[in-house]
């Protein structure tokens, strides 16, 4: 399944398939673009970041793509899980700046 | 890994009292703590940046004499919110930076949220 970021805030997907979480940014002069997990009533973790000198970087389960040309990020999670249903936002960052998020999608695993 | 505490995690108060909120870092030293506001299937807003043994910078729109910060210890930031109002009732969640990351950023460490209803 893959969502269009900020005008689709939720995405559904049925356990075992891959997801694909886009998001948009705006500071042509970050740094370093990071993804974090929100669950439920709780503060955001950190998932992976690249830096904005990369394309791609892959973690467990996890890849991260990087396109400065359209400035878009996309957040793949392979073989999604259902302990993966959370609000997965995209932040940029410019260094010695704060971070900004982004609005956010709504992962919702399937059984 | 890094440890952000917040306390309490829910607090309901009447309108017009004062809420303190606690956050410490628990196995590391947090020179800058950030405090953020979340309103439900919202992003996180940045409040201000905390700064230790210095005053806190907030962002444009944030009433600093609303909302009061100190950052006394290393450890340690507290958020009050004063003279509470039910359009205050959202959830507050702070962080710090924990270090870096093997791309070199930043890396933020949030606490697990703080939920304040007015009434």
Redesign the interface.
Known sequence: GESVGLHL?TLSVQEGDNSIINCAYSNSAS??F?W?KQES??????II???SN?DK?QGQRVTVLLNKTVKHLSLQIAATQPGDSAVY?CAE?KSGS??T????T?LTVNP | GAVVSQHPSRVICKSGTSVKIECRSLDFQATTMFWYRQFPKQSLMLMATSNEGSKATYEQGVEKDKFLINHASLTLSTLTVTSAHPEDSSFYICSATSGGSSSGANVLTFGAGSRLTVL
């Open positions: 805030p740094d370093y990071i974090y009533g709780k503060g955001p973790q950190f970041d690249i830096r990369m970087r936002f960052n704060r971070l998020f982004g609005e956010g709504q």
